[in-house]
């Protein structure tokens, strides 16, 4: 099993992003995907999920309204679309297979929002 988050950056508060996860090594249309964040200093926290055939979708609230999670099964990737981003979403967000408590994480791709 294998992710590759990729799509983050710097912007102001107010802008927005969109990051994409490609998944490799097993079966993607099979599974719910997640989205996670880790904030500098503090617990890696979950952000949202979406199920395998995208009719379920899940939100922390801190995010929702702001986040949007969608799907490719073509392509095997999972997005993250962020907007009205604020200073405290700076952090680095990861993807993976939800409740796979033992898939290896990615490397993450960090999110940067100035004030």
């Known amino acids: 099993v294998q992710v590759v988050e990729s799509g983050g950056g710097l912007v102001q508060s107010g802008g927005s992003l969109r990051l994409s996860c490609i998944a490799s090594g097993f079966t993607f249309s099979a599974f719910s995907m997640s989205w996670f964040r880790q904030a500098p200093g503090q617990e890696r926290e979950w952000l949202s999920d979406i199920s395998s055939g995208s009719d379920v979708t899940n939100y922390r609230d801190s995010v929702k309204g702001r986040f949007t999670i969608s799907r490719d099964n073509s392509r095997n990737t999972v997005y993250l679309q962020m907007n009205s981003l604020k200073p405290e979403d700076t952090a680095v967000y990861y993807c993976?297979?939800?409740?796979?408590?033992?898939?290896?994480w990615g490397q993450g791709t960090q999110v940067t929002v100035s004030s």
């Open positions: 993976r297979r939800t409740m796979a408590t033992h898939d290896v």
